[in-house]
C-alpha cells in the first residue's frame, strides 16, 4: 500500500467520524484511524530503521489495542445511552468538516516542505485531521466522544510528526506516546467519576460554574 | 564529577521517590511529613546546585542555565511554603484521606525540576504534558460534582493547548529540520544556529506554542478553565497553580521565544505577547467587577498577573528583566493570597460573599495577611510586585510604547479598584447575622507559612542579592536570544564572571 493512499483513508475516517451517531461505531473509527496511522511509516519504507518500526509497532499497540480496552471498559461500566448527542447536526458537521479539510490545503500551501519530501500531502491531513479533533470536541455533548475529538486531535499532531520521524529522538517519542496513553487512562477514571456524581456523562451537566 | 552527574538527576527523582513512598506509607501523620521535608531538601539541594559555575555540555539532555534555574528556585520556595503550610491544612480535614493528594503534590515538584532542566524542547513538552496529568487529581480534593466539572475541565483544556503546543514544538522543529540543522535540537544548538531556521515554519511555531501554553498559563482568552479549577481547589492547590504550574508554562514558552528572538523574529513575537498581555489584563478586570467569590477573583488576578510576565517580555529590555522578577513576586503574593484565602473559606465554610465579611475579626491574622497580600499584588510600594509593575510601566513609557504603557497603568488602576470592591468587604464588612459556626481558629501552623512568604515578597522589594540580580541578568540575556544558554549555572554566591567565550571558562573551570 502507497502511504497516500493510507493518508487518504485516514482522511475518509475524519468525514465517517462527524457523520456518525452512534458512540461505539465512534471509538471503532478512531481506533482504525490511530492503526493507519501506525501504519504509514511502514508503508513509508522507513521499517528498515530499526527504532521507527519500533514506535510504528507500540503506536498500534497502544491506540489499536490498549486504549479501546480502556474505552470499551468505560463504556460497559457507564451504560450510557449510545447516542453521540451532537450540539451541531451531522449534516452540518459533514460541512464544516469539509470546509476544515480545504482550508487545510489553502494553509499548507503556505507553508514550504523541504524539498524531495514524499507524502506532500501529509501536513493538510495533519491540519484536517487536527480540525475534525476540535470539531468532535467541542460539538460533542458526551464525554466519551470528547475523548475521542482529544484523540482524533492527537492523530493529526502524529500525522504531522511523521515529517520528522526520522530525526526525532526515540525518548521524547516514548514519552509523548506514554502521555497519551496516560491523559486516556487519567480521563477514564474521571469520566467515571462523573458518571458517579451525575449518574450520566452528558458534559451538559458540567455547567454549574460561571460567571 | 560525580556531583555534576548526580544533582540534577537527585533534583528530579528525590520528588518522584518521595511521590512513590508517600504512596505506601499508611500513617497519614508521617506522610504529610515527608512534604516540607521534601520541600527543604529539595531548596536546600537547588541551592547547592546553583551555586556551582560550568559548562554546559552541547548535547547535553538535562542542564540548569540561568533561566531554568530561577524558574525552579521561584518553584521550589513556592513549593517549600506551601509544604510547610500542608500538614496543618491536611489535619483540618481528617475526612479526606490524602494518600494521593500528596503523591501528586510530589511528583509535581519532581517534574518542575524535570522541566527547569530539560535542553530539549520534545522533552520540555512531555513534563508539562505529565504535570497536567498529575495536577487534576489534586483539583478533585473535594470530591464533590464541582470540583468533578473542574477537573474535567481542567483536563480537556489542558491537554488540548498542550498538544497544540507540541504541534508547534513539531513546527520549530521541522524549521531546523528544513535550515539542515543536526538532530538532537537542543535549545543550545537551535539558539545558536537560528539563522538558519525557515521563517514561516518558526513563525507558525511560535504562534501555536503561543496558543497551546498560553492556555496551560491561562492567558485571555483561553482561561476558561483557570476560576473554575482556582475557585473549587483547596487553596494550596491554588497557590501551587497559580505560582508553579503557570510558571513551568511560562518556562516552557520563553525558550521557544529564545529560539524566535535569537533567529531575528524577535519584533513579531512581541507583538504577539503584548497584545496577548494587555487582553489578559482588560479580560480579568471586567469579570473581577461584582464578584462574589473571592477564590474565583483570585484566579482573575491570576489571569490579569500572566498577561502583565507576557507584556514585560513583548516589551523586552528591561520590562523583560522585571517580568522575570514578576514571576517570583507574583508566586509568592499568590501564595499568601491563596492560602489566607482558604483559611477564611475553612472559617466561615464559604467563599461567597454575602456570607463572608468582616473576616478581621474572626480570622484576624489570616484576614490580614489576606489584605497585606491584596495591597502588594495590586503594587503597594516596598512589596516586589511593586517594583516589577512599576519598572515594567516606566520602560514601556520610555522605549515608545507610549500607548501600550499608558494602557497597562490604567488596567492596573482599575483592576485595583475592582478588587479593593470585594476585599474590603470580605475583611472589612459588617458581620452578616446568619454565619455558620465552624471549629476553624488561626493557629501558628496555618499562618507562619504566609508570614514567611509575605516577609521574603517584602525583602525582595527592598533589595535583591547580588548573585540573584546576576542570575536574573543571565535569564533575560537567554530569553532575549542573546545568550545561547551555553553556561550551565550562573553562581548564586561569589562573582559572576562576564560572558567570555565558552573555551576560555572551560579552561578555568577545570580544576
Known amino acids: ?211 | 564529577m560525580a556531583r555534576l552527574l548526580l544533582s540534577p538527576l537527585l533534583l528530579i527523582f528525590l520528588p518522584l521517590l518521595a511521590a512513590a513512598v508517600a504512596w505506601f506509607i499508611r500513617s497519614p501523620r508521617i506522610r504529610v511529613r515527608l512534604l516540607p521535608a521534601m520541600g527543604l531538601l529539595h531548596l536546600l539541594l537547588l541551592i547547592i546546585e546553583v551555586r556551582g559555575w560550568r559548562d554546559l555540555p552541547h548535547g547535553a539532555w538535562l542542564g540548569l542555565d540561568a533561566l531554568g534555574g530561577w524558574v525552579l528556585l521561584v518553584i521550589s520556595t513556592l513549593f517549600t511554603i506551601v509544604a510547610l503550610y500542608a500538614p496543618s491544612y491536611l489535619a483540618l480535614r481528617p475526612d479526606r484521606d490524602h494518600r494521593l493528594f500528596t503523591a501528586c503534590l510530589l511528583a509535581f515538584l519532581g517534574l518542575a525540576s524535570l522541566l527547569a532542566q530539560s535542553r530539549h524542547p520534545g522533552m520540555a513538552w512531555v513534563a508539562i504534558e505529565t504535570m497536567t496529568l498529575t495536577t487534576a487529581p489534586l483539583i478533585y480534593f473535594n470530591r464533590n460534582r464541582r470540583s468533578i466539572e473542574a477537573t474535567w475541565k481542567y483536563l480537556v483544556i489542558g491537554s488540548v493547548g498542550i498538544a497544540l503546543a507540541l504541534l508547534g514544538t513539531l513546527f520549530v522543529a521541522y524549521a531546523a529540520h528544513m535550515g539542515g540543522v543536526e538532530e538532537p535540537l537542543q535549545y543550545t544548538r537551535l539558539m545558536a544556529e537560528a539563522g538558519r531556521l525557515s521563517r514561516p515554519w518558526l513563525r507558525a511555531g511560535f504562534v501555536l506554542t503561543m496558543v497551546g501554553y498560553g492556555t496551560k498559563m491561562g492567558l485571555a482568552p483561553l482561561h476558561s478553565w483557570k476560576p473554575d479549577a482556582y475557585g473549587e481547589t483547596p487553596g494550596i492547590v491554588g497557590a501551587l497553580l497559580a505560582g508553579g504550574v503557570t510558571s513551568c508554562a511560562f518556562l516552557a514558552l520563553l525558550r521557544i521565544y529564545a529560539i524566535v528572538a535569537a533567529a531575528g523574529e524577535g519584533v513579531f513575537a512581541r507583538e504577539i505577547l503584548v497584545g496577548f498581555g494587555l487582553l489578559s489584563m482588560v479580560w480579568a478586570l471586567v469579570f473581577m467587577v461584582g464578584q462574589v467569590d473571592f477564590k474565583r477573583l483570585l484566579a482573575y488576578s491570576s489571569v490579569e498577573h500572566m498577561g502583565i510576565l507576557v507584556f514585560g517580555i513583548g516589551l523586552g529590555g528591561l520590562a523583560a528583566r522585571f517580568a522575570l522578577f514578576h514571576l517570583a513576586a507574583n508566586a509568592l503574593v499568590k501564595s499568601v493570597l491563596f492560602l489566607s484565602a482558604g483559611n477564611i473559606h475553612r472559617s466561615y465554610a464559604s467563599k461567597q460573599l454575602p456570607h463572608v465579611t468582616g473576616a478581621i475579626r474572626r480570622t484576624p491574622v489570616s484576614a490580614g495577611l489576606f489584605f497585606l497580600a491584596f495591597l502588594a499584588i495590586t503594587g503597594l510600594p516596598p512589596f516586589a510586585p511593586f517594583v516589577s509593575e512599576f519598572n515594567i510601566a516606566s520602560s514601556a513609557l520610555t522605549t515608545g510604547h507610549v500607548f501600550a504603557g499608558a494602557a497597562f497603568l490604567v488596567l492596573l488602576g482599575g483592576i485595583f479598584l475592582t478588587m479593593s470592591d470585594t476585599v474590603m468587604q470580605v475583611v472589612f464588612g459588617v458581620p452578616s447575622p446568619q454565619r455558620v459556626r465552624t471549629p476553624y481558629k488561626d493557629s501558628f501552623a496555618t499562618t507562619a507559612p504566609l508570614i514567611l512568604a509575605l516577609a521574603l515578597a517584602l525583602g525582595l522589594g527592598l533589595w535583591l542579592p547580588g548573585p540573584m540580580r546576576s542570575m536574573l541578568e543571565g535569564a533575560a540575556q537567554t530569553v532575549e536570544g542573546h545568550a545561547p544558554a551555553v553556561r550551565e549555572v550562573r553562581p548564586l554566591f561569589g562573582q559572576a564572571p562576564a560572558l567570555v567565550p565558552a573555551a576560555v571558562s572551560a579552561q578555568e573551570v577545570r580544576p
Open chain 1, 1 to 211: 500500500m502507497s502511504p497516500d493512499f493510507l493518508i487518504a483513508l485516514t482522511m475518509l475516517t475524519n468525514f465517517t467520524l462527524v457523520a456518525t451517531s452512534r458512540v461505539n461505531k465512534a471509538i471503532q473509527l478512531v481506533v482504525v484511524q490511530g492503526i493507519l496511522l501506525g501504519l504509514i511509516p511502514i508503508a513509508m519504507g522507513l521499517g528498515r530503521h530499526l527504532h521507527i518500526l519500533f514506535m510504528a509497532l507500540s503506536a498500534i499497540a497502544v491506540k489499536g489495542w490498549l486504549i479501546p480496552f480502556l474505552f470499551r471498559r468505560a463504556l460497559r461500566e457507564v451504560h450510557i445511552r449510545r447516542e453521540v448527542d451532537p450540539y451541531v447536526g451531522y449534516t452540518m458537521s459533514l460541512l464544516l468538516c469539509a470546509l476544515g479539510t480545504g482550508l487545510s490545503l489553502v494553509l499548507a500551501h503556505g507553508l514550504p516542505l523541504k524539498p524531495g519530501t514524499s507524502p506532500t500531502f501529509l501536513v493538510p491531513a495533519a491540519l484536517a485531521t487536527l480540525f475534525t479533533g476540535f470539531l468532535l470536541l467541542v460539538s460533542r455533548r458526551k464525554a466519551l466522544t470528547q475523548v475521542a475529538g482529544y484523540l482524533v486531535l492527537e492523530n493529526g499532531i502524529y500525522l504531522f510528526g511523521l515529517l520528522l520521524v526520522e530525526e526525532m529522538p526515540i525518548l521524547v517519542e516514548t514519552g509523548i506516546l506514554l502521555d497519551l496513553f496516560v491523559g486516556v487512562f487519567v480521563m477514564g477514571i474521571v469520566i467515571n467519576h462523573i458518571r458517579s456524581a451525575f449518574d450520566s456523562t452528558d458534559t451538559r451537566h458540567l455547567a454549574e460554574l460561571k460567571d
